[in-house]
C-alpha cells in the first residue's frame, strides 16, 4: 500500500518536528543551552535527594533545578557582562518549565498561568538564597526549609545542613568561572 502525500502535508509534519527538536535540544544559537543543561544535571545529582532528603517528585525537582538555577542567576548578576546571559537563562528556563508542564498533561489555557507561578517561585527562591548565602547558617537554613523542603523541615537535621554546605560551596566556587566558561555550561 502506497501512502501518498497531500500538498503541504509534509511541511505541516516538517515543521512540527523541528519545533519539537528545539523545544528538546535548543534552537540554533541558543546561548544559554549549554549552561541550563548543567544546571538541570547538577540539580539532578543523587546526593540532593538522598543525603540531602530533597524529595525527589515533580515539585522536589523543581525546587532543586531553582535553587542551583538562583545560584547561577546571582554569579551572572555579578558579572558586568552577565545580564544578557542571565536573561537568555531564565528564557531557557521558562522553555523547560512550559515542556514540562505540557508532558504533565496541563492544557494551552492555563500553561501561561503555571509559568507565571513558577517564574514567581523562582523569583522569591533568588532573594532567599540571596539573602541566606549573605547571612549566617540559621538563615540558610530557613532559605533551605521554606523553599526546597516547602516549609517542612526533613527529619534528619544533617539533611538540610548537607544542602547547605554543597550550595554555598558551589556559590564559593562560581565566583571564580567566568562568564565564557558559564557560557560552555562549565559549573565548578
Not at 528538546?24 to 545529582?45: E, I, K, M, S, T
Not at 549573605?134 to 533551605?144: H, I, N, P, W, Y
Amino acid at each position: 500500500m502506497m501512502i501518498v502525500q497531500g500538498k503541504g502535508e509534509g511541511r505541516v509534519a516538517s515543521g512540527w518536528l523541528k519545533r519539537t527538536i528545539a523545544r528538546y535540544f535548543g534552537r540554533d544559537g541558543d546561548a544559554a543551552l549549554l549552561l541550563y543543561n548543567a544546571v538541570v544535571l547538577r540539580a539532578r545529582q543523587p546526593h540532593w535527594y538522598l543525603d540531602g532528603a530533597v524529595p525527589d517528585t515533580v515539585d522536589g525537582r523543581f525546587d532543586m533545578i531553582a535553587a542551583i538555577l538562583s545560584l547561577v542567576l546571582i554569579r551572572l548578576e555579578a558579572l558586568p557582562e552577565g545580564t544578557e546571559m542571565a536573561a537568555r537563562l531564565t528564557e531557557r528556563f521558562v522553555t523547560d518549565m512550559d515542556g514540562q508542564l505540557r508532558e504533565l498533561g496541563i492544557g494551552d489555557i492555563v500553561v501561561g498561568k503555571h509559568i507565571g507561578r513558577m517564574m514567581a517561585m523562582l523569583g522569591g527562591r533568588l532573594t532567599a538564597y540571596r539573602e541566606g548565602l549573605a547571612g549566617d547558617a540559621a538563615t540558610m537554613d530557613a532559605a533551605l526549609v521554606r523553599n526546597l523542603y516547602r516549609g517542612e523541615a526533613p527529619a534528619d537535621p544533617r539533611a538540610v545542613a548537607h544542602v547547605r554546605e554543597a550550595l554555598c560551596i558551589l556559590h564559593e566556587r562560581l565566583a571564580a568561572v567566568s562568564l565564557a566558561r558559564l557560557t560552555l555550561g562549565e559549573l565548578p
